[in-house]
T-cell receptor
C-alpha cells in the first residue's frame, strides 16, 4: 500500500464550479501536508502548505487536513480554466528527509 | 527568485548508452532530489542528497546513480539506459535536509530511450 493515495482522475468541471481534490495517507508520523500544482510540461510548484489538522485558506483555495481520518483535501472555489493542471498532494514528518507524494489528480476546468 | 534548472528539456538516447542528467540550483539549498514521473504512478523518488558528497536512496534507485560534488549541482546517471527508463525526470531542491521543507522543482527532462 502506498503511503499517500490519490485518485488520478481526470476530473472535468465547468467554469465556476467548486472543486474538491482528496488524498488519504497511512503514516501517522506525517504532520506536514502540501499541495503542489503542475501545469503541462512544467515542474510542480507549491500551492498550499499546512501543519497538522485544520483548515488553511488562500484566496480561492482551501486546504483541509483531518488527522483522525488521515484525509487531506483541497477545495477550489469559482474554478477557472487557468486552474486546469495536475494537483499533487504530499506529506512529510519530523525525522524524515523526503516528502511522500500522491500520484496526482488531473483537473480540467471547461470554459 | 528561486531557480532550479535542468540541462535538457528533451533527450533521446539508445539502449545501453550512459546518460547524464544535470540539475543546478542557485539558492544555496542543502537538499536536492531526483524523481521520475510516470502516468498513474506519480512522482517517485530515485535519490536525494542532503549535503555535498552525501546521498541516500529513494524508493526506486535501481539502475541509477548520482553525484554531488558541489552544493549547487546534482547529477543523475543512467549507467546503461534501458527502455523502461523512458520517463519524465524532475529535479528539486529544498533549503534544509528535512521533509517539512518546501521543495522547488525544475522544469523536467523528458527522456526517451530507444
Amino acid at each position: 500500500q502506498k503511503e499517500v493515495e490519490q485518485d488520478p482522475g481526470p476530473l472535468s468541471v465547468p467554469e465556476g464550479a467548486i472543486v474538491s481534490l482528496n488524498c488519504t495517507y497511512s503514516n501517522s508520523a506525517f504532520q506536514y501536508f502540501m499541495w503542489y500544482r503542475q501545469y503541462s510540461r512544467k515542474g510542480p510548484e507549491l500551492l498550499m502548505y499546512t501543519y497538522s489538522s485544520g483548515n488553511k485558506e488562500d484566496g480561492r483555495f482551501t486546504a483541509q487536513v483531518d488527522k483522525s481520518s488521515k484525509y487531506i483535501s483541497l477545495f477550489i472555489r469559482d474554478s477557472q480554466p487557468s486552474d486546469s493542471a495536475t494537483y499533487l498532494c504530499a506529506s512529510g514528518g519530523t525525522g524524515r528527509r523526503a516528502l511522500t507524494f500522491g500520484s496526482g489528480t488531473r483537473l480540467q476546468v471547461q470554459p | 527568485d528561486v531557480k532550479v534548472t535542468q540541462s535538457s528539456r528533451y533527450l533521446v538516447k539508445r539502449t545501453g548508452e550512459k546518460v547524464f542528467l544535470e540539475c543546478v540550483q542557485d539558492m544555496d539549498h542543502e537538499n536536492m532530489f531526483w524523481y521520475r514521473q510516470d502516468p498513474g504512478l506519480g512522482l517517485r523518488l530515485i535519490y536525494f542528497s542532503y549535503d555535498v558528497k552525501m546521498k541516500e536512496k529513494g524508493d526506486i534507485p535501481e539502475g541509477y546513480s548520482v553525484s554531488r560534488e558541489k552544493k549547487e549541482r546534482f547529477s543523475l546517471i543512467l549507467e546503461s539506459a534501458s527502455t523502461n527508463q523512458t520517463s519524465m525526470y524532475l529535479c528539486a531542491s529544498s533549503i534544509w535536509a528535512t521533509s517539512t521543507d518546501t521543495q522547488y522543482f525544475g522544469p523536467g527532462t523528458r527522456l526517451t530511450v530507444l
